[in-house]
């Protein structure tokens, strides 16, 4: 029993010791606002920088998704027979439109639907 509190006693004193130590040292630390401010923008910059790295890696994906818009887009000028138009975005037809023409394209296959049933032909609901 001695023997334990004369261990705990050193080790007690040593780290007062220690304590106080790093207490020293960290008082002895001199705070400089400026650079302070510094490493936050620090900071900042390195975020920014992985993900510019990040989008850097990203590009040659996203170009080979935008040549397969821009090729699909060429292909539905070419089978409207305006392949030269310079703005596509003009052919594109207003909602209320593209609405009245899906309504009638249901319509006639409805109609086209029961004129088959009507002729006895196959596919009759």
Avoid: W, Y
Wanted: include cysteine.
């Amino acid at each position: 029993m001695i023997e334990v509190d004369a261990s705990l006693r050193t080790r007690l004193f040593s780290s007062v010791e220690e304590l106080e130590r790093v207490t020293t040292k960290i008082a002895s630390v001199d705070v400089d606002a400026v650079i302070l401010a510094i490493s936050e923008r620090v900071r900042a910059l390195a975020d920014r920088k992985v993900r510019h790295v990040s989008a850097g890696l990203d590009l040659p994906s996203r170009r080979t998704e935008l040549q397969i818009l821009h090729n699909a887009v060429a292909t539905c000028l070419a089978a409207l027979g305006r392949s030269s138009e310079p703005h596509p975005a003009k052919l594109l037809l207003p909602a209320a439109t593209i609405g009245a023409v899906r309504t009638m394209v249901e319509q006639r296959s409805g109609i086209v639907t029961r004129a088959r049933c009507a002729r006895g032909g196959r596919g009759c609901c």
